[in-house]
Every structure is written in structure tokens, then in C-alpha cells.
């Protein structure tokens, strides 16, 4: 066997894997035989385990890695690259209790006013020149993912509950007030001291 037909017969060996695992779907008591499948594939029994760690591995990237993302293949000047967008659908747990830094405030502030009043609620770029602001955009959409959302066009904007939040905090800083913790929707939000 060549280098090339070992590796076509892999793939297709892997492909058929794949698709005889869809008879999960909607079926997820079931008992999948697979020493049955590796027989019938005629995989040599020291590869089963490679095989099955293989598939796993899959899984595991798949429902971590790429939870809120999917993969896309892109051609670029004959050059095949591997992409990831964000999954339209991509629901971000809010958690009941959201505790938000004290320091983190004045920066969630800054980001509110500019996106309502000096943005006129056009989204940030977050593949421009890193000022101080993007990054401290990035790392706030980091730590607090469901107070952000990026649209389809690539730009970061405040969420709902981000912008009802923000637009809080502003106004708590216009009377020169602290928060502590506030109810918005069905969330509370705790301020604590950094530690």
C-alpha cells in the first residue's frame, strides 16, 4: 500500500466512522458495536485504540474549543487556511449572580458612553490598532462574554443587558454614587474589591 491510498483509506475509513456515529441522533440509549465496525473497516486491532482516541479527541475540541465557534476552510492566494466564525446561535450562559469587578466599571463606563455618544452605536473594531480602550474592551468581552455580543459584520457591541448595565454605571457616576448591587432583568450584579 502507497503513502497516498493508506492516507485516501484512512479518510474514507474516518468518514464512514463519522457517519455511522449519526445513528445516535435522537437514539442516545443505543449501544454503537464498534469492534463490530472496525472489523467490517478491517482496522487492525492495535489501531482500535488510536481510533477511538481520535474520535474522542474530536469531541472534546469540538465542545470546548469550538462551543461558541465554527470551523470554515478559506482560500487565500493558493493557500488553504482553516478559519473559525461565530456560531449565529451561540447562546452564552448568564449566570443568575454576575460579580463585576469594581475596577472593571469605569472601563465598562468609558465603553458605554463612547458606543452611545461618540460611536452613535456603530460597534468597535477589534482588529484595529490596539489602543487601550480595545484592549480593555477585549479582555472585559473576555471575562464578561454574555455583557457583549459580535455581529455578523466582525464588530463588538454592548448586549442588551451590557448597555442597560453600562448605561447604570453612568448614571450612578453622574450623581457620584457607588454601586454595590443592582437588579437588571432577572440578573443581580455584585460589585466586588478586587482581590
Request: avoid cysteine; aromatic fraction near 12%.
Amino acid at each position: 500500500m502507497t503513502e497516498g491510498s493508506f492516507s485516501k483509506d484512512f479518510v474514507n475509513m474516518l468518514n464512514y466512522v463519522l457517519e455511522a456515529l449519526e445513528g445516535f441522533r435522537d437514539n442516545y440509549t443505543k449501544k454503537f458495536n464498534f469492534s463490530k465496525l472496525i472489523e467490517h473497516l478491517k482496522v487492525p486491532k492495535s489501531e482500535i485504540d488510536n481510533f477511538i482516541y481520535l474520535i474522542l479527541n474530536f469531541q472534546e475540541k469540538f465542545n470546548g474549543v469550538f462551543k461558541h465557534h465554527v470551523l470554515k476552510k478559506k482560500m487565500d492566494n493558493g493557500t488553504i487556511y482553516l478559519i473559525t466564525e461565530k456560531k449565529k446561535n451561540s447562546v452564552i450562559h448568564i449566570p443568575e449572580i454576575i460579580n463585576i469587578k469594581q475596577s472593571d466599571l469605569p472601563i465598562l463606563s468609558d465603553i458605554i458612553y463612547l458606543f452611545k455618544f461618540v460611536k452613535r452605536g456603530k460597534g468597535f473594531n477589534s482588529n484595529s490598532n490596539g489602543t487601550d480602550l480595545l484592549r480593555n474592551l477585549k479582555k472585559l468581552q473576555q471575562q464578561y462574554p454574555y455583557l457583549f455580543e459580535v455581529k455578523d459584520n466582525g464588530l463588538i457591541y454592548p448586549s442588551d443587558l451590557g448597555l442597560k448595565f453600562g448605561e447604570l454605571i453612568l448614571s450612578f457616576s453622574k450623581n457620584n454614587k457607588e454601586i454595590t448591587e443592582a437588579k437588571m432583568d432577572n440578573y443581580s450584579f455584585r460589585v466586588i474589591h478586587n482581590e
